[in-house]
């Protein structure tokens, strides 16, 4: 990647230095890739989600936001759509054409854990994580 090229990223994405953290880090191919997203994504539209989610009270902690959730669909074990759905998900895991995420929501300290409490394992019979047990089971559909 030229300089050029580089500085305008800089530039327009100037409140978010975080994003150049590691920028000398990475290979020309890495920088290349990371700044034709960067060029791809509209600024206009997520500099102000970015500015209302990150945004500080005096004292420095981060200020609570309203969350609105977002409309959902229950499935009940009754609906007679269930497995035509849940065969449906099951194959767009399996052709890769979804993925999932898993957040790790929390630290384990109260239980004196000092990690998310996804990789606690010692109240499981199994010995394995909580993270390890989802990401088996992921595995196992797109098998």
Not at 5 to 28: A, V
Not at 93 to 119: D, E, Y
Request: aromatic residues 8%.
């Amino acid at each position: 990647m030229d300089r050029e090229m580089e500085e305008r990223l800089r530039e327009k994405w100037s409140g978010h230095t975080y994003l150049f953290d590691h920028w000398d880090s990475l290979s020309e191919a890495e920088k290349k890739s990371l700044g034709a997203y960067l060029e791809s994504l509209p600024l206009d539209d997520v500099d102000p989600i970015f500015k209302r989610f990150s945004t500080y009270d005096t004292d420095g902690e981060v200020a609570h936001r309203e969350l609105t959730p977002i409309a959902t669909v229950r499935s009940r074990a009754t609906d007679p759509n269930r497995a035509k759905w849940e065969a449906t998900g099951n194959e767009l895991i399996r052709t890769r054409r979804v993925g999932m995420l898993l957040l790790g929501a929390g630290q384990g300290s109260r239980l004196g854990f000092p990690h998310p409490k996804g990789m606690y394992t010692a109240t499981l019979p199994s010995g394995r994580s909580l993270f390890q047990i989802q990401a088996e089971r992921l595995r196992r559909v797109c098998a």
